[in-house]
């Protein structure tokens, strides 16, 4: 079953509203998790990392205001994409491993966002 | 900076034939070298994995060896089913501590017909 749940996974938003993406560890702790986007027939873009308790690191070209990242519990991390816009409509997709070595990430099935 | 290269698609193929994804890497250090697939619609599923050098990863009848000489982690599959389409990618991560992200190639389009 998922290791990683990411809700919503799919949301429809107007221009200038925010919107909240959650991502969960569903059995064991995650003192890091991962926020990549994905823009249609391309790669998965490493956006930022979040750190549980501290502030999220951000990839270069990333709006750290634009995209609120909190890692307030070891299981829960949330992006919001503030003032959304059209152009921030994409497939969003987070990750998460175990703490040992080695440990594979594990992704949740991604939120859909559309803004209209 | 750390890289991932696979071929471009898509790749489309008849039923039973033959599969070969190519995929090339750049980094520092010995990173360990993943296949992750999406199916329509889905997320992105590990598919395979190696850690270290002439490591053979394989899972439902795929497989890739992750060769330092040529710095290279081929997807193969000696015989594809319709329910193999999907788009695939290839990844690495550089270091083993639990804290790293996957860096990730474009992904390769796989279409399977009967």
């Known amino acids: 079953g998922a290791v990683v749940s990411q809700h919503p996974s799919r949301v429809i938003c107007k221009s200038g509203t925010s919107v909240k993406i959650e991502c969960r560890s569903l059995?064991?702790?995650?003192?890091?998790m991962f926020w990549y986007r994905q823009f249609p027939k391309q790669s998965l873009m490493l956006m930022a990392t979040s750190n549980e308790g501290s502030k999220a690191t951000y990839e270069q070209g990333v709006e750290k205001d634009k995209f609120l990242i909190n890692h307030a519990s070891l299981t829960l991390s949330t992006l919001t994409v503030t003032s959304a816009h059209p152009e921030d409509s994409s497939f969003y997709i987070c990750?998460?491993?175990?703490?040992?070595?080695?440990?594979?990430?594990?992704f949740g099935n991604g939120t859909r966002l559309t803004v209209t | 900076g750390n890289s991932v290269t696979q071929m471009e698609g898509p790749v489309t193929l008849s039923e039973e034939a033959f599969l070969t994804i190519n995929c090339t890497y750049t980094?520092?250090?010995?990173?360990?070298l993943f296949w992750y697939v999406q199916y329509p619609g889905e997320g992105l599923q590990l598919l395979l994995k190696?850690?270290?050098?002439?490591d053979k990863g394989s899972n439902k009848g795929f497989e890739a060896t992750y060769r330092k000489e040529t710095t290279s982690f081929h997807l193969e599959k000696g015989s594809v089913q319709v329910s193999d389409s999907a788009v695939y990618f290839c990844?690495?991560?550089?270091?083993?501590?639990?804290?790293?992200?996957?860096?990730f190639g474009k992904g390769t389009t796989l279409s399977v017909s009967s």
């Open positions: 990750s998460a491993n175990r703490q040992e070595a080695n440990s594979p990430l594990h």
């Open positions: 190696a850690t270290k050098a002439d």
């Open positions: 980094a520092t250090g010995y990173p360990s």
């Open positions: 059995d064991f702790q995650a003192t890091t």
């Open positions: 990844a690495l991560r550089s270091y083993r501590q639990a804290g790293t992200a996957l860096i």
